[in-house]
Structures are given as C-alpha cells and as structure tokens.
C-alpha cells in the first residue's frame, strides 16, 4: 500500500469510528514516547569560588578590638612608657595572644621566643655644661641646650661648618661641594623667604618641611654623615630666652636613646643663640641679614665669607640601661614562604605624667589590637586549610614615641632579612575622626604606598573598591607636607631599607598625646573597617602570584 492511499484509508476510518481513531493515536503516541530515550537531568551550575579573605575578615570585629583594647588601654598598664612597667607587660600581652592564637615565635630565645629584647639607655644632662666662644662662657639653658644624645662627654674643641640654611632639594643645595662627614655643622632655622614672609622654594609660596620643622634638617645632615647640628633662630621676631625657659623642664627630663657601639644612630641637636652664632661667625647682626636676605634675593644658596671660630663644648650625660622588647607572632606561608609580609604597630606610649596616666587608646593601642585580631584571623584561616602563601610577621614594637626605637632596631637585627621582606603595613592610630573628616564618609589616610612601589597602591586600592570602600586619603604623601608624617611612625625604618610600605593613619585630634585620649573616645565601627582593609590588602599581597617590587623612589 501506498502511503497516500494509507492515508486516504486511516482519515476514512476516523470518520467512521472518531473513538477508535483516537485511541489508536493515544496507542500511537504512548509507544513513541516509550521508545524515545531518557531524558537528561540538567546540569548543575558551576560552583561559585569562596572568597575566604571575606570569612576570615569577619574575625576582625569590633568585639575583638575592644576587648584587647580594653586591656592595653586600661590604667594597670601605666601608659605603657617604653622601658617602663607597663611597657614590659604589653609586649607580654602581645606575645600572649600571638602564643594562644596558634602564631609560631620566630625569635631564637628559648626563653622567650616571642620577644626581641634589646638595651636602650635612659639618659640625662649631667650639671656642668657650658660652651665657651674666645674669652666668652655661655650658660646651659640659658644661652644654649641639646636635645637627643650627645658626643661632647668630654671638652671639646669644635669649629662647626657654617651651611646656611642646611637645605637640599631639585635646585637648592647648602650641601653642594661640602663635605661634612665626621664633623659639626651650624645651620640657621627656617628657608628662604620673601618679603612677605612666603616661602621660595614652594611653587606656591606655602611652607616647606625644611621651614617648620628642624628635625627634617638635622636627618638630612645625619645622612650627610655629620656628628652634629648646632641650629640658631636668626628670625628677629624669635625669642631665645624665653623659648629657652619654656622647653627647660622638658630639656632636664631624662631623655631615651639607642645603644650605639661605633657612633650614634642620628646627629647629635644643639639650639643656640642668635649671640652665641654671630660670634662663632665673627660677625654683627647687620651683616648676617645682608647675607640672608642676599640669599632671599637670588634663591639660591651663597657661599659665606664668615671667619668661623672654634669653640669649646662639655655637654655631658648619664647613661642608664633600659631594657625593653618588640613583641613578634610568626605564620609560615606555603609555596611562596620565603616572601615575608609585616604587619606592624607599637605598643609604647607616654606613661605617666605629673601623676597622670596617658593611656593612648588611639596611639597606638588602636593599631597593636588591630595586629593582634588580623593575626587571630590569618592564624585560624591557617588552622582550617586556607593558610598564606607567602609568610606574615606580625610585629608590635616599642620605642616608637621615643623615637622609632623599637623599628630601628628590628631594620638592624631583623628575624628574616630584609631582602626576604616584600612589604610593611604599618597600623599607628586607627580608631578616631581628625577635624577634617567630621561629618563626612568613613575613610582613612595612606601614608607611602607608591613611594616605592607603584603597583602596592594599585592593590590597595582595589581591595579597597572590592570590600571596604572607605575614603583613601593621600594628603600627607605630598613631600612639602609641614607634618612630616611619613618620617614618624615605624614604617619609615623599613623604607630606608627599600622595602615597600603603607602606613594606615585616622590624623590628629584633640586627644593626641593627652591623657584624654580614652578608650571611651574610639569609634570602633570605624576602627573596624580600617583594620579590615588591611586584612584584605595583606590576603590579597599574602596570596598573589607576583612579588611587590621596587619600581619608584618617590621623595
């Protein structure tokens, strides 16, 4: 048969018997679906990636800070002043909490492996100081004083190298043809200005560092290899007297350095008077504003024709010993364990003061809980098979306040070296809001990161984008900045090593360095947020295929 006349034969029959047709269809469709093959599941989505950075930031809550805040920053630790009781007992409680959150000690101290000890020594001016200029004896807070070490233990015969102003930068060198290693240097205070009182060597007439700060100077001449800095105020609305008068109490405090074997780590700091340096110079008053204002006029440093004279120095001190510690916990990384990533903050403060205890809840008990919670966090994230790949040192160091010390001395006795260590990010203050930020959106000052290495700040701030989105501040990155911030927490010591860093800040406020700043006064849902984004910064730096390199030298 056909399969027309098939057709014509079926369409008759369903004319016929409508029922029958329709149940041969049925039959017809039952058999087609019995014999088709099975239907296929769908398949299953593909699984989504779990960002662990994410799980484990969440340890780091503002539950945590507090209650290791509440701790460092309470009266029993004594305002923690380097050296002092309530110093020694942070940095045990940092090594504490490091031992319990499962943190290996790294240092090779049986005894202690969670602490690098060290000697600072306390120090004191010692009665007798004078300074004599020909026939001419000078008195010691009156006419002349020191701040910081001093190499004039013994009467000394000095004939300091007059350099101006004792600036350097593109275009200005007091510095150019002198060689001062080794010797003594007399610098005026201050930078070029104009006859409005604005500075020259800013593009807008704006201070630069080397006008209002002259620690800035005197790290220059340290680097310049000089022994010391003897610095006058020619400016004639200054008062030295009774600058003098008001710094003595300060001046006669003992005073922290570092224990240097060969020679000391920083130029030594002397402030005399305008009459003391014009008779070094063998000049009048007259005649030093003729050259300063020669120098006003040309912008540019001019060689002086001054008869520098000798002079005879005793400014002696008593040394003490002081011992102290930087605290340490240690996280081994797996395939990339040579490359090791610091996170750090110091745990000292200002002790006590007139009866006084200056807690520093903000500076920088902020910073040393925010350590101690990220390595809780990366401690546990190792525990549970999500561990590093390159190594974290969490380092909580001392000295800071009396100058780096504690920083200073990890850069020269480092647990693993130098070379090995990829990057600092450095905690000093995080749990506050500075005037400028009042009122507005969360954020935090980065201080540094590009000053080194370019791409560290491309990563911070993704990270920042993907899981924080605070406000980056970079103001104080500019070189002009009069604060000088960059130079002022421990992170420095790692960039003068050439290791890259970020230093993470919330500013100044009207607590900072007074017994008022409380642990009442932080605001931990914003100390929170910061510590997160250095938690993912350093997951992320911990965890990346490459290597942070050096690739800039930013001033």
């Known amino acids: 048969m056909t399969n027309k006349s098939l057709i014509i034969a079926l369409l008759a029959l369903a004319s016929v018997a409508p029922a029958y047709a329709q149940d041969k269809i049925k039959v017809k469709t039952k058999t087609k679906k019995s014999r088709s093959a099975p239907a296929q599941a769908a398949a299953p ?36 002043e380097t050296g002092m009781k309530g110093q020694h007992m942070a940095a045990e409680y940092v090594a504490e909490q490091f031992k319990k959150a499962g943190l290996t000690g790294p240092v090779s101290d049986a005894a202690a492996p969670y602490l690098q000890r060290f000697n600072l020594e306390q120090v004191s001016w010692a009665e007798g100081a004078n300074l004599k200029v020909g026939n001419t004896t000078y008195k010691w807070l009156v006419d002349f004083y020191g701040l910081g070490d001093s190499p004039f233990t013994q009467a000394t015969t000095v004939k300091p190298v007059f350099l101006g102003y004792g600036i350097e930068q593109d275009g200005y060198s007091d510095y150019a043809g002198q060689d001062v290693k080794g010797k003594d240097v007399l610098i005026a205070l201050g930078e070029p200005t104009s006859t409005d009182g604005k500075s020259l060597l800013s593009a807008d007439g704006s201070p630069t560092k080397w006008g209002t700060d002259y620690r800035g100077k005197a790290q220059l001449a340290t680097q310049k290899g000089a022994r010391s800095v003897f ?23 003992p005073s922290t350095v570092m224990v240097t074997e060969q020679q000391p780590s920083r130029a030594a700091a002397f402030f005399v008077s305008p009459a003391v340096a014009l008779q070094l110079l063998g000049t009048t008053d007259a005649k030093m504003k003729d050259y300063l204002a020669k120098i006003n006029t040309t912008k540019k440093p001019v060689a002086s024709t001054f008869k520098v004279k000798p002079m005879q120095i005793q400014a002696a ?78 380092l909580s160091v001392t000295g800071e306040e009396k100058g780096l010390f504690g920083s200073e001395y990890y850069s020269k006795n480092p647990v693993f070296p130098m070379a090995q260590t990829m990057v600092d990010l450095n905690v000093d203050m995080i749990g506050r809001t500075d005037v400028e930020h009042e009122g507005k959106a969360d954020y935090v000052y980065v201080i540094g990161s590009d000053k080194l290495a370019s791409q560290l700040k491309v990563v911070q701030e993704e990270q920042n984008a993907k899981y924080t989105q605070l406000d980056l501040d970079y103001r104080f990155d500019d070189p002009a900045d009069p604060n000088r911030f960059y130079y ?26 007074k017994e008022t700043d409380e642990i009442s006064k932080i605001e931990f849902p914003k100390m929170e947020k910061r510590a997160k984004l250095v938690f993912h910064l350093a997951w992320e730096l911990a965890n990346r295929e490459e290597r942070i390199v050096v690739d800039s030298n930013k001033p």
């Open 45 to 80: 989505a593909p699984a989504v990636e779990t960002d662990w950075s994410v799980k484990y930031a969440d340890l780091v809550s503002a539950d945590r800070l507090r209650a290791h805040l509440s701790v460092l920053a309470s009266d029993e630790y004594e305002g923690r």
């Open 231 to 253: 610095f006058v105020d020619l400016n004639p609305n200054s008062n030295f007297s009774k600058q003098t008068a008001r710094l003595a109490p300060y001046i006669s405090r």
């Open 317 to 394: 001190r008593t040394r003490t010993p002081l011992p102290t510690e930087n605290a340490l916990g240690f996280i081994e990384g797996s395939d990339k364990k040579e490359d090791i990533i610091v996170i750090s903050a110091h745990h000292d403060h200002l002790g006590i003061q007139n009866g006084v205890v200056f807690n520093g809840a903000d500076d920088d008990g902020s910073g040393t809980s925010a350590i101690i919670t990220m390595a809780e966090a990366f401690a546990k994230a190792k525990a549970e098979g999500h561990g590093s790949r390159r190594s974290l040192l969490f």
């Open 488 to 513: 002022r927490s421990d992170h420095y010591n790692f960039a003068v090593n050439k290791v890259p860093v970020s230093f993470f800040f919330n500013g100044v406020h009207a607590d900072y360095h």
